[in-house]
């Protein structure tokens, strides 16, 4: 990477500055191997907070159905489970340019509790212009086109933010000092989101670990600075699914609400073929 070079670089003219400023008739000194400097260097020492950010974002699959339960709490405790899979595709080409104005689409469908049972949502994440999201619901019979930005999924705490497409060129990152969360090293961002993108929060802090670039700990801000929400995963249930790395096990709290959401994840099959027929409003209809 062209900033650990540069580092890299800088290291080395220090050490031969250092050299030349010893008086003559001084031992010998011999400098290190460059591999031997670039492995004394702390990983990730060189990142700045959109690099870190763009390795978040490359974790990810390019196609996948999830599988997971979630467990919603409200104010006093009292707790609602749901299940539900997703159904998930990147339509980026090997250049990670849009297809026909399109990123990403991604099909939800609730299999529990059964007054929720075919529930379906359909989002298709668009290049230029606002997101598609659609609805089934049984009691309609229909499909409606909707607009649920910062809308909490069937009385969850998770939205449709959440599950959206994420571009690297969305916000503005600053790196922040390391910390360690629940034992876990981890980088420190402060994210800023840019004017023209439409999204419930406009900035966040994430603490995101250092091996697997999986987010262990976010803080959700609105435009006033208010702490909305907040997401905890726990860091012992990151596990690899052909290459990516995913924490099965992930809480969302609303702190205005006080309410919360926990998602356990139950199975995942990664880099699924999938047509486009699968994300096409029919589908929602189907009962699957």
């Known amino acids: 990477m062209i900033l650990r070079a540069q580092t890299l670089a800088a290291v080395l003219a220090a050490l031969a500055i250092a050299v030349i400023s ?14 031997e400097i670039e492995d004394a260097i702390p990983e990730g020492g060189a990142l700045t907070g959109r690099a870190i950010f763009d390795r978040f974002l490359d974790n990810r699959l390019h196609s996948a159905v999830q ?3 979630v467990v919603s709490r409200d104010p006093g405790g009292n707790e609602q489970r749901s299940r539900f899979w997703v159904r998930w595709k990147d339509y980026r080409d090997a250049n990670k340019k849009a297809v026909d104005g399109v990123l990403a689409k991604t099909l939800v469908k609730f299999q529990a509790p059964e007054d929720m049972r075919q529930t379906g949502f359909l989002m298709v994440v668009n290049e230029d212009r606002s997101n598609d999201q659609f609805i089934w619901t049984p009691s309609s019979g229909r499909v409606r086109r909707v607009r649920l930005a910062g809308v909490g999924i069937m ?3 998770y939205t449709f933010d959440d ?10 990152y ?3 000092p390391d910390e ?3 034992g876990v090293g981890a980088y420190v961002l402060e994210v800023t989101m840019k004017p023209f993108i439409d ?3 406009k900035t966040m802090r994430t603490w995101i670990e250092k091996e697997h670039y999986v987010p262990l700990h976010t803080l959700y801000r609105d435009a006033n600075g208010v702490e909305t929400r907040e997401m905890l995963a726990e860091g012992g249930s990151i596990e690899n699914f052909d290459g990516t790395w995913i924490a099965t096990r992930s809480t969302m709290y609303n702190l205005k609400e006080k309410t919360s959401t926990s998602v356990y994840v139950e199975a ?3 880099d699924v073929s999938l047509a486009d027929q699968q994300f096409s409003t029919f589908q929602l209809s189907l009962r699957h």
């Open 180 to 182: 360690v969360v629940d």
């Open 163 to 172: 599950i959206g497409w994420k571009s690297i060129e969305d916000a503005e």
């Open 22 to 35: 010893f008086p003559s008739g001084a031992a010998d000194v011999k400098l290190p191997a460059r591999d």
């Open 199 to 201: 999204s419930e929060y």
């Open 67 to 69: 599988w997971q339960t």
């Open 155 to 157: 009385g969850t705490d």
């Open 174 to 176: 600053q790196r922040l």
């Open 268 to 270: 995942l099959d990664p």
